[in-house]
């Protein structure tokens, strides 16, 4: 398995935390941000990723909007949503605004290792 960049985008400051220990315990590198505007200019600064976890309920800019923009500036970059309140959400518009895979939290070690290996 090799080495992956991985941002992840969240409000919530716990759930920064247990994602980057969870994806340093797999093996990848993770830069956790708490905002989609702070993750759009680390972007457009030029920084790579292998992919994006992101949520969607975020003041401001939320996760819809964000993988609209990011998918602008880079269509082949992975985007996926994660987020406690998918019911609020309309499930062809996530899918609609280009999502690689849209998920529940919390999310399942099987559930991250599927958004890990898939095909990137």
Not at 42 to 70: A, K, Q, Y
Request: a negative charge; aromatic letters at 8%.
């Amino acid at each position: 398995m090799s080495t992956k960049k991985i941002l992840v985008v969240d409000d919530n400051l716990s759930q920064l935390k247990l994602m980057k220990i969870l994806l340093g315990k797999l093996g990848h590198m993770t830069i956790t941000v708490d905002s989609a505007e702070e993750a759009e200019y680390l972007l457009r600064c030029g920084e790579h990723f292998s992919l994006i976890i992101t949520d969607l309920r975020m003041p401001w800019l939320n996760g819809l909007n964000f993988c609209r923009r990011v998918k602008i500036l880079n269509p082949d970059l992975k985007i996926y949503a994660l987020s406690g309140y998918l019911y609020n959400f309309d499930m062809n518009e996530l899918e609609d605004a280009g999502f690689d895979g849209i998920y529940q939290k919390p999310i399942s070690k099987s559930n991250l290792e599927e958004i890990l290996n898939a095909g990137i």
